[in-house]
């Protein structure tokens, strides 16, 4: 993720050869790993938590932090791209779907199995425009794609969570001493960066943007 956001920034600021970002299949193919490996650990997560029988309490604080964090980046993205502001990104796809998995996480595989056939199945099915707009196009029932820097609709992509939680609870039950086992202390960075993952997330852009910055001031002429 960050370096393909590193390789995002040096391209809007014309440091590299211009690349297309937006349909070049090796920069789409890229974001839609990314975005995936996202939601997959989200819903493996949600299976966890609700296996340790986490609170709602806390589940609230969280989720009340990362609608702050989606509010925070559409006002900065509004702020950088004025025409094509993020509206409903990954963050605000986020919050909506670990909600929806909250709740789910007590039911049955197969009932995650028939939610998840429905959000691949419905994209394919039909669109309307009533669904085009700033205010509805989160369903993902559009009839074309929104012109905006991020764009992850409820449709499909809650399936790609779906398929996270199940993965989860099949490992819980048939490979649980993966999810136990103790990790060799050369991946604890990792293990640290992950419990932060959302302030990584949130300043990982104005990091890299600032270090580009510095480089066009003292860079030689």
Sequence with gaps: MTGFHAAFDLNLHRLIPQQN??????????RVGILSLFLVCAGAGQV????QQVPWARFWRR????????AL????????FPRSWISFGVLHALALMTLLARGLAGRPPWVWAVL?????LAPMLGSAPFFDSRWTNWVGLVTHKPVTEDYVPLLPWFAVLLAGMG???WLALHRSEWSEAALS?????LVRLGRWSLPYYLLHQPVLLGLILVWQQIRPA
């Design 73 to 80: 980046v559409s006002l900065s993205s509004w702020w950088m």
């Design 21 to 30: 970002f937006y349909e070049d299949p090796l920069w789409t193919l890229q």
């Design 185 to 189: 202390p050369r991946w604890q960075p």
């Design 116 to 120: 998840a056939t429905v959000c691949l």
């Design 63 to 70: 989720w009340w932090l990362l609608v702050g964090a989606a």
């Design 167 to 169: 993965g989860q609870r």
């Design 48 to 51: 966890i938590a609700q296996v």
